[in-house]
């Protein structure tokens, strides 16, 4: 068995290439190194390919018969075309849990920075602006509560539920709405209607999947039914907000703050509507990245060609 390795220097040492290679033949290439000869080429022989499939478009799927697994580092596999690769007779693995508790930590501390109005206060004291201070808890940077506040989860699979898992931790009353409901789910939450939810929540955290269905899934006739002052927290997929109502409902105070992970087009630039929105909090498609996240993507990507070459397959999507 060659098992490919493409583009994942994130990982760098954590990835263990002696389990790999007591599994199989282990190459590793770059995108430079694809580009130079070409993916057809680059791939010809392999069997297993971890990371880079980008470059597995349908035409190149179509032209790898030794191809039998594609282990892809993420979560998120919409990016990829599954379907075509079943048809190819090629699996495709995705990596569920690795980032759980990170992705759902980093809605928590976008909240917080929002609701603490962290850079405000941390701008006031290194400027020695006592005024600013004063300022600021009258109105300008005013702090905001979380005790029995409502958050509303879009999508309440596992980040979801560990989302609100934390923010039960905090006093906050979770619903959730999912098309998909569990027992596991109605322990935490109130399951309810999408619109009960935008009515309903201090807070709206974003945690479904990128789907033709959610795509803008918030937009300008879903923010106009939020409450007046909501928060909207988006650490999911960047295509599920319509990034000109938000900016839209931003100044005009309807929303009250966003906090993101992720925009619809990276890298964010002055492009973007939301690149001069009040109160907006963006950071660079990082959630998943903690050391010990890394670790187990490192971890899991290992264990899921060992299974599948022992012929039983995991985490396989299509």
């Known amino acids: 068995m060659v098992i490919t390795v493409i583009d994942i220097g994130m990982l760098g040492d954590m990835l263990n290439r002696d389990e790999l290679r007591k599994i199989g033949e282990l190459r590793e290439l770059n995108s430079p190194d694809v580009m130079k000869v070409g993916p057809v080429e680059a791939l010809k022989d392999t069997d297993v390919v971890l990371g880079g499939f980008r470059f597995l478009t349908p035409e190149v799927m179509d032209q790898l018969p030794n191809l039998k697994l ?6 998120g596999f919409n990016a990829f075309d599954i379907e075509h690769a079943r048809k190819c007779g090629i699996s495709v693995a995705n990596n ?3 980032g759980t508790q990170p992705v759902a930590q980093h809605a928590i501390a976008l909240l917080l920075y929002l609701t603490n109005q962290i850079a405000y206060y941390n701008d006031a004291i290194r400027s020695g602006d006592f005024m600013k201070t004063m300022k600021g808890i009258m109105g300008d940077a005013p702090l905001m509560e979380l005790y029995n506040k409502t958050i509303g989860i879009i999508g309440f699979g596992r980040i979801g539920r560990n989302i609100g898992k934390m923010a039960a931790g905090l006093g906050m009353k979770v619903l959730a709405y999912d098309i998909f409901e569990n ?3 109605r322990k935490l939450a109130e399951y309810t209607t999408l619109d009960d939810l935008l009515a309903r929540s201090d807070v709206v955290s974003l945690n479904c999947p990128s789907t033709k269905e959610n795509r803008h899934i918030i937009n300008a006739e879903t923010i106009a ?18 990034e000109q109502a938000l900016a839209d409902a931003l100044r005009s105070g309807k929303i009250r703050g966003a906090g993101l992970d992720v925009v619809e087009k990276e890298p964010f630039g002055p492009d973007n509507p939301l690149y001069d929105a009040p109160n907006c909090i963006i950071t660079p498609h990082i959630a998943w990245s903690p050391v010990e996240s890394r670790q187990r993507m490192a971890d899991n990507m290992i264990e899921t ?13 299509n």
């Open 96 to 98: 569920p849990d690795y």
């Open 225 to 242: 039914k939020m409450k007046d002052g909501a928060i909207l927290i988006n650490d999911a997929r960047g295509d599920l907000v319509d």
């Open 305 to 317: 060609v060992r299974a599948f070459a022992n012929g039983t397959p995991i985490n396989i999507v």
């Open 70 to 75: 594609v282990v892809i580092p993420a979560t």
């Open 183 to 185: 027992d596991e789910g």
